[in-house]
């Protein structure tokens, strides 16, 4: 099959959307199936040769759902894509968030192929998606199958759209990538208990609650230490906390590149994910289970949606940073837990490895032929058959 | 004192790290050329040491080396303040290996009980042994620990973020050693200074100075390969590195003259480096009996 991968975000930038969409495609190939990607990105030199990735305007930042989404606004470049799909006549061209402008939403609109779509975002409200659905209602139909990457985003997608059919499939996580048994960071790897946080430096993200929770949880168990994977806008004024507050034993790390992240997860005993919502997924849960790493996550319903609370998780309240505490001293405190819910996970997570969630999305690809085939059929019907026309 | 060292640290540390590659390099050179001119020990102690490393060397020859001497190492030192907003992508073009070094270090592996890389205060190799570990196999740095604290944290949390551990010079730091060779790991260390005082007189380019036996001792107890190896930076500031053939650490049953044999093995190897790169190895301190 011959499919194209459309994403809004910048790839060049690291993302959800843009790590789902680089997988898809490598597992895709590897099934022997033809994949171009298309996306706009900042620097002309990812790491993507250009006859399997067409960069298709440059990215600027918008600031969408409490978070900086870098996406591109050039319309402009409508005939540009349209030669392209015009050469390349796809099969199956695959939306990643079909209704964002302007790459997936101006690609939709022309193209002849099946598409389907898959809905990644999760927040409270939209309020594009509630002003635009008279705009957006003609878009969709163009989409023959819908995928929500969770039960929250599909919720989500339907309370402006109902009635819009959409198949849960999750996201996939890399076994290959995210398993135990990589080597530790040495230094990091002692006696101590340690908490990882991976995530961008962000409001939504929750880190405050944690440094919280964390000091909370240092008066009762001394012998611990936080780990502070990501960067963001906020890190100054976390720098700041910690020395304010003469936090002990955190250590930022910063950025770390993907080559390494898999074994910062390998030297931590406990994952903590505050995020306080806006969550449609939670893809480091899934990262951290594969690493045989129980989890301390709020109840948000991103995270309830991968979660089974007390088989490997412990769940609290969003923002309570005491509750969050009280889970992380339980968790510090007791290693046959910690072992206990580790093993669910890392169980519980090769469900989620790509060749399984590519699977699903392949057989979606096979139905959404189906309905296209089954429209033109009518369509040329109409014309040809007098029978029909009477 | 040196709470004040590391804020001044920070603070240009942070500058550095907003700066075009080009332009923190530029601050370098200035910034070398200020330590070369107004420093009181640093450079008498350095033309020192490279006197006795080029003794051919004539006066004017020996001023223009620890000119580029400091240029380099301010160099280095940008490099180190650029690491922690470096990308990996872009990290990765900018080290060059030649495959006879690559072969030294599969001859070291096919041992099977990880690698000791055996280095000198020469070169980035904080950036060298950054790209290595994001790209290519776990590295530990086996190393002093700085004052002040706050410093060592940063140059800690620093590597660490791109995969290196940094393992400090005693008991407890020993035994993860031990532990990262015997997961096949590259366990990285230099033996051109003896900072813990403990080490053993014998010959540096033909002078008597202390070196330390750490890394021949450890290779003749586990029997793990001793990999000479050299970094340093290119005309383009690029980087280059150099290995010599490993040294396997025979037991003859007396572990002290052992570990002295290795260790001299090894250091004329390091001599053959530095003699090669004497403009980029920067030790500005005593090591001979008469230095100043």
Known sequence: MKIGLVSPYDFASPG???????????????????????APSSRADVDFDTAEFYRIGSPISVPVNDSVARITLSFHLADRVAEIIERERFDVLHFHEPLMPALPITMLRMSQAANVGTFHAFAKSNIGYFYGRPLLEPYLAHLHRGIAVSEPAKAFVNRYFPGFPLKVIPNGIDVSVFHPGHAPIRHLRDERVNILFVGRLEKRKGLGYLLRGYEFMKQRVPNTRLIVVGDGPLRSSVESYISRHRVPDVVMAGYVPDTVLPRYYCSADIFCAPATGAESFGIVLLEAMATGLPVVATEIDGYMSVLEPGRDSLTVQPKSWSELGAALVILARDAQLRTRMGAYGLEKARRYAWDEVASQVLEVYGEARQIRAQREMVRSGEVLNVHDAV | MSEWRWRAFKIVQSLVERLPRTWAYALAVMAARVAWWFSPLARPRLEYNLKVACPELTTSGLKELSRLNFRNHAKAYADLMMLPSMKVEAMRPLLHLEAKDLEYLEQARAVGKGVMVVSCHMGS??????????TLAPVSLFAEELEPRALFEWYRDTRARLGISVLPLHLGGLRKVTQALHDQEMVVTAIDRDITGTGQMMPFFGRPAPIPLGPAAIAVRLGTPLLPVCVFRLADDTYSAEAAAPVIAQSTGDARVDEVRVTQQLLRHIEGFIRRHPDQWHVPHRMWEGSP
């Open chain 1, 16 to 38: 959800g959307v843009t790590d789902h969409v680089r997988h898809l495609a490598r597992q895709l190939r590897r099934l022997d199936h033809a994949v171009r990607i298309f």
């Open chain 2, 125 to 134: 190799y904080e950036v060298v042994s950054a790209i290595w570990s994001a």
